[in-house]
């Protein structure tokens, strides 16, 4: 993509041009990544200490293909929840919490995130302006019925012995409403993403390797919109080149000192 616009500018020259760019817009469409949730204590896929980094293995447990065939993988997964890996116990950080204020600025457009850890809506986030592109892991589905339920009910039969349980309607295998490799994507879901990435006077990339399609996507067509971007993340991406503005800082850090919010001291 050819030499960043923004890599001969010293750090904090991308704040102050961050921090103009979110004075001045009135319509901000942010993208959120496994980045932001770090600093709750939940590791990312890609990044230095991500889980797949670590644990290539740990990738079966995302393919649909191996969890419908296979009961060893299921079990393992219904018990990395009950285990608490599955970061049932996370609470949201101040990165999370600068999105809250900028909702309450009224220049939150909408929130597009790829995370699964329900973090932003237990931040205080609306619901209504949440895209959850890949689902997730607060409720449970069923893979043949659709029937949604909490999390924290099926889990109640794991801990209860079930180690695989079925849905209680039909049967049918249950697993997280999140969307794992093999599964479909909600088309509604990807075109609310795109439109917000069209019509927004400001696109915000936070914590993500933009290497996942088609919600990367949205950073080249709010480019092509005539919109600014600013990435926010600690490793480079494919798109750097084409941001007015890039932070390679911690994100609970640099997100409220973006928005102009100082989170609270404790
Ligand atoms: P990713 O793992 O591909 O990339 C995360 C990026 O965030 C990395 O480039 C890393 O350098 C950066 N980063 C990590 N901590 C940071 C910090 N504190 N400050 C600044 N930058 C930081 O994540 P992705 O692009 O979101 O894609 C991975 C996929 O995995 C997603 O589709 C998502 O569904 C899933 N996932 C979700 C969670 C979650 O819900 N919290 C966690 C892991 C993976």
Do not use: F, Y
């Given at each position: 993509m050819g030499e960043s616009r923004a890599t001969h500018l010293a750090e904090p020259s991308h704040l102050a041009i961050a921090q103009s760019l979110v004075a001045g817009a009135e319509r901000i469409a942010v993208l959120t990544g496994a980045g932001i949730s770090t600093d709750s204590g939940i590791p990312d896929f890609r990044g230095p200490d991500g889980v797949w980094t670590k644990d290539p293995e740990a990738e079966k447990l995302s393919t649909i293909s191996y969890y419908v065939s296979d009961p060893q993988v299921r079990k393992r997964s219904w018990k990395r929840y009950t285990e608490g890996l599955i970061w049932s116990n996370k609470s949201p950080n101040d990165g999370h919490k600068?999105?809250?204020?900028?909702?309450?600025?009224?220049?939150?457009?909408?929130?597009?995130?790829?995370?699964?850890?329900?973090?932003?809506?237990?931040?205080?986030?609306?619901?209504?302006?949440?895209?959850?592109?890949?689902?997730?892991?607060?409720?449970?589905?069923?893979?043949?019925?659709?029937?949604?339920?909490?999390?924290?009910?099926?889990?109640?039969?794991?801990?209860?012995?079930e180690e695989d349980p079925a849905c209680l309607s039909c049967g049918g295998i249950l697993k997280s409403a999140t969307v794992s490799f093999g599964q479909n994507l909600v088309p509604q879901d990807i075109m609310r993403s795109e439109q917000a990435a069209m019509n927004c006077d400001l696109f915000l990339a936070v914590g993500t390797s933009l290497q996942v399609y088609p919600v990367a996507q949205c950073v080249p067509l709010a480019h092509t919109a005539g919109t600014e971007i600013i990435i926010i993340n600690a490793e480079p991406t494919p798109f750097d080149s084409i941001a007015a503005a890039l932070l390679r800082g911690s994100i609970s850090d640099v997100l409220p000192k973006v928005v102009g919010w100082q989170p609270p001291q404790l």
């Open positions: 600068a999105l809250v204020e900028l909702e309450r600025q009224g220049k939150l457009h909408t929130l597009i995130t790829q995370n699964i850890d329900g973090l932003h809506e237990e931040a205080g986030t609306s619901p209504e302006l949440l895209v959850e592109i890949h689902g997730t892991t607060k409720r449970t589905r069923c893979l043949s019925c659709g029937q949604e339920l909490p999390m924290s009910h099926t889990l109640e039969r794991v801990r209860q012995g």
